[in-house]
């Protein structure tokens, strides 16, 4: 009799080219972020306030060539993410009524039954679609604030400057929400910064939608003889 042994076992959860993606959020999107609160406050003397600028725009051209090289080489996983951060059903809104059970969790340390979901939770939806908007605003409106701004009508301006600035600040601190849910649940940083595999229990504790139905496994199956 063949026995699988499920301690071998791992699911891939983020393939290389989208762990060097979220590589490329983090070096692009976080300076260009802490620099934007920067710009908007402005706590600094002249020279800190220039430096803080040209971080903003390096940010700015790393998270828009990220961006770039991942639509070329991995279309595929943008359509994917699309289409699920836009799958919608009664189980998202039970998932949203008890907050995926994080404040259950963390302020009574209590366990609750939450609703199965597929490889992204209704807050991670949530998180990606208000990405895919406010990240494309930012980068597009960012670049003609920084080309064009002389040229560009007065009322066009303002209202790219004014987009620019809260939708920026809206994300920047969805950001550290992320942040600290990325950390907070340990199991998934350890895939998405290490090899991308996460064991196969833990995946389907979190996402059991996505673990009976598209499952990619990436290590041998164990077996044994007994
Ligand atoms: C040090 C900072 C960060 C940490 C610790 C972190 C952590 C994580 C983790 C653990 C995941 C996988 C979640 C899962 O599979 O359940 C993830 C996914 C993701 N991250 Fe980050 N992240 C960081 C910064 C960023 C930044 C700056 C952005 C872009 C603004 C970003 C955008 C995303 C997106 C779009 C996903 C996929 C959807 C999701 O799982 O929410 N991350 N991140």
């Not at 999107?29 to 903003?56: C, D, R, S, V």
């Not at 990240?135 to 400057?161: E, N, R, V």
């Not at 996460?198 to 996402?207: D, I, S, T, V």
């Amino acid at each position: 009799m063949k026995h699988v042994e499920p301690n071998g076992l791992r699911v891939l959860k983020h393939r290389t080219a989208s762990r060097l993606f979220h590589w490329g959020l983090i070096l692009g999107f976080m300076p260009a972020a802490i620099t934007g609160f920067i710009i908007w406050l402005k706590p600094l003397n002249e020279a800190m306030m220039n430096l803080a600028m040209q971080i903003h725009i390096a940010g700015a051209a790393i998270l828009t060539l990220s961006c770039a090289l991942y639509a070329i080489t991995s279309l595929d996983r943008i359509v994917a993410f699309v289409r699920l951060s836009f799958t919608w059903d009664d189980k998202d809104l039970g998932w949203m009524l008890v907050g995926g059970g994080y404040p259950q969790k963390m302020l009574l340390g209590k366990q609750i039954d939450v609703p199965p979901m597929d490889k992204m939770n209704s807050g991670q939806k949530i998180f990606g679609i208000c990405l895919l908007f406010g990240g494309s605003f930012l980068i597009m409106s960012g670049w003609i604030l920084y080309a064009f701004l002389p040229f560009a009508p007065k009322a066009f301006s303002y209202w790219m400057d004014f987009g620019h600035l809260y939708i920026g600040l809206f994300l920047g601190v969805f950001m550290f929400v992320h942040i600290f849910l990325g950390v907070y649940n340990w199991g998934e940083f350890k895939a998405m910064f290490g090899d991308g595999t996460q064991p196969l229990k833990e995946a389907e504790h979190h996402n059991p939608l996505w673990i009976s139905n598209k499952i990619e496994s990436v290590s041998p199956v164990k077996t044994r003889s007994s």
